[in-house]
């Protein structure tokens, strides 16, 4: 029995059911509505994971560091949750974060090719505070004041990512 047909059937048994205002008992045709509908779930199911792969398998790497990083396992809500609150953000809230982790990154590239230290300041010496303390100013005060610029803009970014994504899903297609 089609899935369309088997809920139509037990709709109908239902309604009836209530009309009467008692209820009634479970023949055949309904254990093939119910069987019908719960096969046709099961196939979809493994169909939409044998379609998506490539989301299948960034989904288990990503989940699996998010069990690491809450130190719990696959029965915990919590990495699930998580799990679903990136897919349940929208792409441009993703992007900008993406953009914003890039810029973030360049400058501490800028600030370690300066020579900064980035220990500790608790176990810094003073010498190499002072250190860090000048060459910051020194990065600021130039003409171009690069530090202060992000490096990347979202348009940028977005395109290079749509690219990677694309070249991805060309070289790993199924």
Do not use: C
Not at 5 to 18: N, P, V, Y
Not at 66 to 89: F, G, V, W
Not at 92 to 112: A, G
Request: aromatic content about 10%.
């Amino acid at each position: 029995m089609e899935v369309v047909k088997g809920i139509k059937r037990l709709a109908w048994r239902f309604s009836e059911a209530t009309k009467k205002n008692n209820t009634f008992v479970i023949n055949q045709n309904d254990l093939d509505a119910l069987n019908g509908i719960a096969k046709y779930i099961e196939q979809t199911q493994q169909q939409q994971y044998i379609d998506n792969q490539l989301f299948a398998k960034l989904f288990i790497k990503v989940y699996a560091k998010m069990i690491e990083h809450y130190n719990t396992d696959i029965l915990d809500p919590i990495p699930r949750k998580a799990m679903y609150h990136i897919l349940e953000t929208p792409m441009d809230r993703i992007l900008q974060d993406f953009t914003d982790e890039m810029n973030f990154n360049q400058k501490v590239i800028q600030l370690q090719d300066a020579g900064i230290n980035f220990k500790h300041p608790l176990t810094r010496t003073d010498k190499e505070t002072i250190h860090n303390t000048k060459t910051i100013k020194e990065l600021l005060k130039t003409a171009e004041n690069d530090y202060l610029e992000d490096s990347f803009d979202i348009e940028f970014v977005a395109e290079g990512l749509k690219i990677e994504i694309n070249n991805a899903l060309n070289l790993f297609k199924n």
